[in-house]
Structures are given as structure tokens and as C-alpha cells.
């Protein structure tokens, strides 16, 4: 599983294919003239985050399906190691550091980052991003979920922060991270499950078993259902703070395991 082996190289090529067969592969052609039926349970579907067929045209009241070859086994990115279940989260949660096209780091949640001590990253944070609840990202946000990976006593199977001592809150959009011994891979660390961003008073709150069925993130896409070992609904997020916002999308999109979808990789697209 990823996050618990200490190789690596292959979790991101193991995770950029999972991306690209749910995300590319799974797409079907324009034109499929059923946009709510051969859905199993009667689910109505939604659109996949915003990685997916964004070069189309208008997208208003259209319906993405994804058919995909195993179930989502949790709504928290900090319980799982799975490509899969990435494939699938990257759509509700952002990480603080993403890779682009090229395998190239780039800004997120963090808009930049540096070294500032043997042992001290430094990670300026993007200002007016909300979670899906309304709840406020910042500085705060970055320490509560980065403590529930590394902290003693966390759940988590991710083990990529093992190196990880404290997360120091310097302002409100400014995060220290201070490692036990030199780690010039951090902003890689944080590319992948364990640094996805969630947010503390909605866990607080809620609980960590609500979270884990009912997630919440900042990405392009809001959770609206799960059926287990049936489909996950998901719907636009109006409000994204990232450049999809300035693109037309399908409204919602919606991923189905084998037992209840229609052929392998089928889907419909918006014209």
C-alpha cells in the first residue's frame, strides 16, 4: 500500500496511473444518449474533479460515470494508502503541494516553500480557501491534519511523515514544519494522501468515523452520497478556489464499483 513502503518512487507512478485509467481511461466519447439510467440503486451521478474532459463545452446539467475496478474503502484521505481510493479523493480533497503533468512540484494549498533551517521547512499558505463546510482553511487546518498522520497514537497507515516532529503555526497562513533529522523531500511528502488538507472543527465535531463516511475537503467537488460497494455522488463546487472555477464543467459525476455499474469504463460526457 502506499504510505507504508519505504521506496517511494513507485507510489507516485503507481498513483499517476491510477489517475490517468479512472480519470482519461474511464471517459467515454460525446454523444452516449443515457444520462441517468444503467445506474445501479437508482444513484443519480455527478462529476469527477475537475482533472477530467474540461476542454468541452458547456457542462450545465450534465452527468459524469465513472466505472471503477474497486470499491472506495474510506472517505479519509489519511486512513488509506489505496491508488484507487486517490483516484477518487483527489476530486473532493486538495494537498498542500501538487505534480503537474511533468512529475513537476507546484503550488496548492502552499503557495511556496523553503528551507529555512537544517531541519525547518516553511510553507506559505493560499489565503480565502474554505472548506466545502463553509470552515475556513489556514494555518490551523495544516497542523490538525498533519498531526493526525504523524502524531503518536494516529490511525494512519501513511508512514511518509515518520520523520515529521511538529508543525509550528506562525501566522495564520504560515506553517513551520520541524523534522527530526534533515529531509530535503518534504514537499514530495506532501504531494501525496498525507498532505491532503481536512478540516478540525468539522472532525471535531462530527467525529472521526462520521468523517471517514461523509468527507469533506477543498477540492473541485463536493461529496453529496456513498453507497458502499455501490457509487459515490459527488457535485461541482462553485466556489473552488483553484482555475477550474474559471472553466465550464459537468455539474456532478458519480463512481461505481463492477457489482452495480454498467461495462468497465463507461461514462458519459457533456457536449
Not at 537544517?118 to 480565502?128: A, P, S
Request: glycine share 12%; with cysteine; net charge positive.
Amino acid at each position: 500500500m502506499l504510505g507504508i513502503k519505504k521506496n517511494g518512487k513507485w507510489k507516485v507512478v503507481l498513483l499517476v496511473l491510477s489517475i490517468l485509467l479512472v480519470l482519461t481511461g474511464c471517459v467515454g466519447s460525446k454523444g452516449s444518449n443515457d444520462s441517468s439510467g444503467g445506474q445501479s440503486g437508482g444513484q443519480q451521478t455527478s462529476s469527477p474533479g475537475g482533472q477530467t474532459g474540461q476542454t468541452g463545452g458547456d457542462g450545465a446539467g450534465k452527468v459524469i460515470r465513472v466505472g471503477v475496478g474497486s470499491s472506495l474503502s474510506t472517505g479519509d484521505p489519511h486512513m488509506t494508502g489505496s491508488p484507487a481510493d486517490m483516484a477518487v479523493l483527489i476530486n473532493i480533497f486538495d494537498p498542500l503541494v501538487r505534480r503537474d503533468a511533468t512529475g513537476k512540484l507546484q503550488p496548492s494549498l502552499a503557495v511556496s516553500w523553503e528551507i529555512v533551517g537544517d531541519k525547518t521547512w516553511e510553507f506559505k499558505l493560499r489565503e480565502g480557501v474554505k472548506f466545502h463546510n463553509g470552515e475556513e482553511f489556514n494555518a490551523e487546518s495544516v497542523k490538525f491534519s498533519l498531526e493526525r498522520v504523524f502524531k503518536e497514537g494516529s490511525k494512519s497507515p501513511i508512514q511518509e511523515l515518520r520523520s515529521f516532529e511538529s508543525v509550528e503555526v506562525v501566522d495564520s497562513h504560515t506553517v513551520r514544519i520541524h523534522t527530526s533529522t534533515v529531509d530535503p523531500y518534504v514537499p514530495d511528502k506532501l504531494a501525496l494522501f498525507a498532505g491532503m488538507m481536512v478540516p478540525p472543527n468539522y472532525i471535531q465535531e462530527k467525529g472521526e468515523e462520521y468523517f471517514h463516511s461523509n468527507p469533506v475537503g477543498t477540492g473541485p467537488f463536493i461529496f453529496e452520497s456513498w453507497v458502499k460497494d455501490g457509487s459515490l455522488k459527488l457535485k461541482a463546487n462553485p466556489d473552488y478556489w483553484g482555475a477550474l472555477r474559471k472553466r465550464r464543467r459537468s455539474n456532478s459525476s458519480s463512481f461505481t464499483t463492477p457489482k452495480r455499474a454498467w461495462p468497465p469504463c463507461s461514462a458519459e460526457t457533456w457536449t
